[in-house]
């Protein structure tokens, strides 16, 4: 499969446990932010976005928490599975999307 | 389904060649775009086409040619001007507007024969 990322951080957790990834981002006139998934070989897969003037948004297994103060993003997965294996990554919008470099979810048994 | 179809899923490239490589999305979707993708980088904008017949460069567009002759295909050229083009490149669409999430194809691997 394809290298998506080498060094990134890695969170490893224990199937059916939650997961709770984070991410920094730099502009403070971001109003809109996303989570992808990226699975070996793949491209991206949206999972949730938010938007500035929300603190929190649930979808499903999934939520996201934006603090807007210490400009922070977290993505929470509920019960955690193989299948959440994946780089995961959040990009934020001031006007243009801007990426992050991701962290890896490894999920065992 | 509607989707983003990238081809060839990898592609090789011989020095001073010319190599095209394709995207064709059937989500109705005015906005496309596309990216670089490196080991251990974020996603990194080539160039970016918000309507037909009318394209911008991205952050990183030095090497590249893209044309926006329909609604549907986004075909990205990397050139011989291109030194360092081995990398994974993914084209992505979204609707118009503000706040729109952007929705990616699988992907086309770049590497030097």
């Known amino acids: 499969g394809e290298s998506v990322g080498l060094h990134l951080p890695t969170l490893s957790v224990q199937e059916g446990d939650n997961s709770i990834i984070n991410c920094a981002y730099s502009n403070s006139a971001s109003d809109y932010f996303i989570w992808y998934k990226q699975e070996s070989g793949k491209g991206p897969q949206f999972i949730i976005d938010i938007r500035s003037n929300m603190d929190k948004r649930q979808g499903q297994r999934v939520t996201v928490l934006l603090n807007k103060t210490v400009k922070h993003l977290s993505l929470q997965i509920a019960a955690t599975q193989p299948g959440d294996s994946a780089v995961y990554f959040c990009a934020e919008n001031p006007d243009k999307l801007i990426f992050g470099t991701g962290t890896r979810l490894q999920v065992f048994p | 389904d509607g989707g983003i179809t990238q081809s060839p899923k990898y592609l090789f490239r011989k020095e001073g060649q010319n190599v095209t490589l394709s995207c064709e999305q059937n989500?109705?979707?005015?906005?496309m775009y596309w990216y670089r993708q490196d080991p251990g980088q974020g996603l990194r904008l080539i160039y970016y086409s918000q309507i037909v017949n009318d394209f911008q460069k991205g952050d990183i567009a030095e090497g590249y040619s893209v044309s926006r002759e329909k609604k549907e295909s986004f075909p990205l050229t990397v050139t011989s001007a291109q030194k360092n083009p081995t990398a994974f490149y993914l084209c992505a669409s979204s609707p118009n507007g503000a706040n729109q999430p952007q929705h990616f194809g699988d992907g086309t691997r770049l590497s030097i024969l």
């Open positions: 989500l109705n979707h005015d906005a």
